[in-house]
């Protein structure tokens, strides 16, 4: 079974600052994806960065980052000149990859605010 | 279109009462998910559907009972609710199986669900 761990409940950052949120995770599986998620208070889960195993290169989406450290099993996500639309739940999330369905297993979250 | 729409987007029920939450996808995704989340917690798996068949059944009380009609379609009938399952139910969907490049589960905005 794999685990996701969030250390960090909350942080807050100030607008255009820039901020870290760490995830660690545990699993047996060689091949698989991480992912970060964001739910903000509108609620709808919303995909912010997406991570394949295999790849060494660390994906970018704009204003966001992660740093991928498969030996040591950590993800942290990096965020670049925060927003005040930043603000919002943080999930970091495993799936295995070579499985029929997308099971997501989640963290426990991390809640972020935008401060301005 | 890349939406899942869940309705209603609010619900409060008497514990004798039965209802249903609807959610519809249109993006031709075979994998159907049901979550249930509390406050300031990670979405917990209930229920799979894949190929419109139940694949995964995360040993959820029967007084939940899941239906998937059709390929776009996916209810969860509610019976018998106890106060303590009140809490957002989150639809998802996604591709059951693929490359790489269709990894993403996409998430409803939720029925929040009152039981009284």
């Known amino acids: 079974a794999q685990t996701v761990t969030q250390s960090q409940p909350e942080m807050s950052v100030q607008e255009a600052e820039t901020v870290t949120l760490s995830c660690t995770y545990d699993?047996?599986?060689?091949?698989?994806?991480l992912f970060w998620y964001k739910q903000p208070p509108s609620r709808q889960m919303i995909l912010v960065i997406r991570q394949e195993a295999y790849k060494q290169q660390n994906a970018t989406e704009n204003r966001f980052s992660v740093n991928f450290q498969k030996a040591a099993k950590s993800f942290s996500l990096k965020i670049s000149d925060s927003q005040l639309g930043d603000t919002a739940m943080y999930f970091c999330a495993f799936m295995k990859r070579w499985v029929s369905a997308r099971q997501l297993t989640f963290g426990s979250g991390t809640q972020l605010t935008v401060l301005p | 279109d890349t939406e899942v729409t869940q309705t209603p987007k609010h619900l409060v029920m008497g514990m004798t009462n039965k209802k249903s939450l609807k959610c519809e996808q249109h993006?031709?995704?075979?994998?159907m998910y049901w979550y249930k989340q509390k406050a300031k917690k990670p979405p917990e798996l209930m229920f799979v559907y894949s190929y419109e068949k139940l694949s995964i059944n995360e040993s959820v009380p029967s007084r939940f009972s899941p239906e998937c009609p059709n390929s776009s379609l996916l209810n969860l009938h509610l019976h018998a609710l106890q106060p303590e399952d009140s809490a957002l139910y989150l639809c998802?969907?996604?591709?059951?199986?693929?490359?790489?490049?269709?990894?993403?589960?996409?998430f409803g905005q939720g029925t929040r669900l009152t039981v009284v």
């Open positions: 998802a969907s996604s591709q059951e199986k693929g490359t790489d490049m269709n990894t993403e589960a996409f």
């Open positions: 993006m031709g995704h075979r994998a």
């Open positions: 699993t047996s599986e060689n091949n698989y994806y």
